[in-house]
C-alpha cells in the first residue's frame, strides 16, 4: 500500500477539520500492532509539516497498554490550555521509565499507535483515523520491524489491544478506517 497516496486526501480532511484540543488539531491514528500506523503517519506527517507522537515512545513496558491513554490525556490537556505538553517515555532496554518528552502547541499533532483513539482521548481529537490489517499480515510486519525481541510479546499484547478494543470500541468511532 502506497501511505503518500492517502495521505494527501487524508491531510485535506484534516485541514478541514475545527482543533479540539485549544488551537491544536489532533488527528489520532490507532489501530492493532503491525497494522501500518507509523507508515501512515509519516506520509501525513509529510503533507502536513506536523509533528509525530509515535505512542510506543511512552507505553510502560509490554503491559502497558491500559496505563498509555491517561498519560496522552494529560499531555494533551496541557496542550489545549496552550503549554508545553510532558509525558515521561519508556527506556525499552532497560525496562523502566525514560526522560521526558515534551511536545510544544503547534497547528497539527499527529498521535500514532494503539490507544490513541482511546475514549479518554476523543474529545482531544479533531481526527480519528483507524487502520486494520490481517492479523497474519501484521505480525509478519510487527517481527520484522522489531525483530524477535517482539516475538514472545505478541499474545500478551494482543490480548491487551483486545481488551482496549471491546471496551473503547475505537473502529467502530473512527472517522477513517483504512485497510491494509
Given amino acids: 500500500m502506497d501511505f503518500a497516496e492517502l495521505a494527501s486526501p ?8 475545527s482543533a479540539a484540543c485549544g488551537s491544536v488539531r ?11 500506523k507509523t507508515s501512515l503517519a509519516l ?3 509529510d503533507e502536513l509539516g506536523a509533528p509525530i507522537l509515535h505512542l510506543e515512545r511512552l507505553y510502560p513496558g ?22 508545553r505538553g ?29 490507544g490513541a483513539g482511546a475514549r ?8 480519528l483515523v483507524w487502520v486494520q490489517s ?7 510486519r510487527a517481527i520484522a520491524r522489531d525483530g524477535e525481541v517482539y516475538a514472545p510479546h505478541w499474545d500478551a499484547w494482543a ?4 481488551a482496549y478494543l471491546g471496551t473503547d470500541r475505537t473502529r467502530e468511532v473512527a472517522d477513517v478506517v483504512i485497510r491494509t
Fill in 120 to 127: 479518554i482521548l476523543r474529545p482531544f481529537l479533531s481526527q
Fill in 26 to 36: 489532533v488527528t489520532a491514528i490507532d489501530g492493532r500492532s503491525g497494522a501500518g
Fill in 43 to 45: 506520509s501525513l506527517a
Fill in 10 to 17: 487524508l491531510a485535506g480532511r484534516v485541514r478541514g477539520r
Fill in 159 to 162: 490480548a491487551q489491544e483486545d
Fill in 62 to 83: 509490554w503491559d502497558g497498554l491500559a496505563k498509555t491513554p491517561p498519560m496522552v490525556r494529560d499531555l494533551l490537556a496541557q496542550l489545549a490550555i496552550g503549554e
Fill in 134 to 140: 490481517p492479523a497474519d499480515v501484521r505480525r509478519a
Fill in 86 to 114: 510532558t509525558a515521561t517515555t519508556w527506556d525499552w532496554a532497560a525496562a523502566r521509565p525514560g526522560g521526558t518528552l515534551s511536545v510544544l502547541p503547534t497547528t497539527d499533532l499527529i498521535i500514532e499507535g494503539v
